[in-house]
């Protein structure tokens, strides 16, 4: 098992780039969750969805941020165009549904990404 | 809405004594659950200890312990016989159990510095 898959670790890019966090959720995880860490705010769930259809998205800041999950090994987070208060890290997390292998209601968190915005 | 509350931005302790971080939440619900999760310098969220509120019984993980008290909605993490290896920010984190509230609501974390 692999863990849930966050791409790039590092990501450093000028106001008004269009930026994409990539995330591979683990294997089987039906529920897929995006958070922003800052240290202002803390942690703070942007998005989350359940086999694949975005459930509650009311943590998302604003239309410059979008979120997609195509099929259920992928999901993005897009920020365009990308600001610097947008610097933070992400954070992506999945979790198994009721009764999955016996490690129900644990979520299991990525590596982040930390994004830094000149 | 539910909060957490972590009133301790920071803590020390030394090596092989024991150490209890605060945590409170504020709910309607009568059924969730409640975690502590550890972030070490490489940012990586691993989870510590988990507790379902229907559970009179404190959870227990090795050196790690909770006190949970549903009345007065705390829920506290011991960490005995402390190593530097558990040098981290601790977040403690709730989680309603109806299908909707299943994304995890933190606090603002707790920084223990470990001291030989």
């Known amino acids: 098992d692999a863990g849930v898959i966050q791409s790039p670790r590092h990501e450093v890019t000028e106001m008004g780039q269009e930026v994409t966090l990539r995330c591979k959720p683990i294997s089987g995880h039906d529920y897929l969750f995006w958070y922003r860490q800052t240290m202002m705010r803390g942690l703070e769930l942007l998005i989350y969805?359940?086999?694949?259809?975005?459930?509650?998205d009311s943590g998302m800041p604003e239309d410059r941020f979008s979120a997609k999950m195509p099929n259920a090994s992928f999901s993005t987070l897009k920020i365009q165009p990308s600001e610097p208060r947008d610097s933070a890290v992400y954070f992506c997390a999945s979790r198994g549904g009721t009764g999955f292998n016996g490690r129900r209601n644990e979520q299991f968190f990525g590596p982040g990404t930390r994004l830094t915005v000149l | 809405a539910q909060t957490v509350t972590q009133s301790q931005p920071e803590m020390s302790v030394q090596e092989a004594e024991t150490v209890t971080l605060s945590c409170t939440y504020d709910?309607?619900?009568?059924?969730?659950?409640l975690f502590w999760y550890k972030q070490p310098p490489s940012r990586q969220m691993i989870l510590v200890i988990r507790?379902?509120?229907?559970?009179?019984q404190n959870a227990t993980e090795n050196r790690f312990s909770v006190n949970f008290q549903k009345a007065a909605k705390s829920f506290s993490l011991k960490i005995s016989d402390s190593q530097l290896g558990d040098a981290a920010m601790y977040f403690c984190?709730?989680?309603?159990?109806?299908?909707?509230?299943?994304?995890?609501?933190f606090g603002k974390g707790t920084t223990l510095s470990v001291s030989s």
């Open positions: 709910t309607s619900e009568s059924d969730y659950y």
């Open positions: 984190a709730y989680r309603s159990a109806i299908p909707s509230g299943t994304a995890l609501i």
């Open positions: 969805f359940n086999n694949n259809v975005p459930i509650d």
């Open positions: 507790q379902e509120a229907y559970k009179q």
